[in-house]
């Protein structure tokens, strides 16, 4: 009888193994994928702020005439992004060093941007303009979209990290290298952890 039970067992550990390893890399995937399809999405709403610029700029040029300098750090700062966009951003949320020059391009945008409407504050004609009053409300809109989408693509990475680092789904992301690297998150921009400082 015990030569029956053996092989029985054997084929049933086999099985459960088996059955692991497929539940295991199946989680690991949908998870994968969670974090690709979060990464869409931050790319998106960067790309509608991107869009959102040129008529922001076109508009706030219509109106007033004040120095060029604000238009050219506009316009620089929005090419130093498109430069990490050409490059590809497809692999960014496994390459931290990546991910973080492409926040900085993106955090020099909105330096850029914050001092372009900072500029159009003594202008007021321009301030009552319902067209800049439109565009200012969607740039608005786009930042508390970009915190959103960066906070769900950071939870959605740590989902995928914690699964791909515990025990024992770690042997099995092991056994498929780069495949499932471990995912890279939008940290505090420098200087961030300072309040800023309201002087009137």
């Given at each position: ?16 193994i ?23 999405q931050?790319?998106?709403?960067y790309q ?36 990490v ?13 990546a ?29 009552a ?59 505090a ?12």
């Amino acid at each position: 009888m015990n030569t029956r039970i053996v092989p029985l067992v054997i084929v049933l550990a086999i099985v459960a193994i088996a059955g692991w390893l497929v539940s295991s890399y199946n989680t690991l995937v949908a998870l994968d994928q969670g974090v690709q399809a979060q990464w869409g999405q931050v790319e998106n709403v960067y790309q509608r702020r991107a869009d959102l610029i040129p008529n922001l700029v076109a508009t706030v040029k219509g109106v007033a005439n004040f120095e060029k300098s604000t238009y050219i750090a506009v316009a620089e700062a929005r090419a130093r992004v498109g430069q990490v966009t050409i490059h590809g951003t497809e692999n960014l949320p496994t390459d931290a060093q990546a991910l973080a020059k492409y926040q900085a391009a993106q955090d020099g945008l909105s330096s850029a941007l914050s001092r372009l409407l900072a500029v159009v504050e003594n202008y007021p004609d321009l301030k009552a303009n319902e067209n800049f009053l439109d565009l200012q409300s969607q740039l608005e809109g786009t930042e508390n979209r970009i915190a959103v989408e960066r906070m769900r693509y950071n939870s959605a990475a740590q989902k995928f990290n914690t699964m791909r680092l515990s025990f024992p789904t770690n042997i099995v992301a092991g056994m498929f290298g780069d495949k499932f690297k471990e995912k890279a998150y939008f940290q505090a921009t420098q200087g961030a952890e300072t309040a800023p400082k309201v002087q009137f």
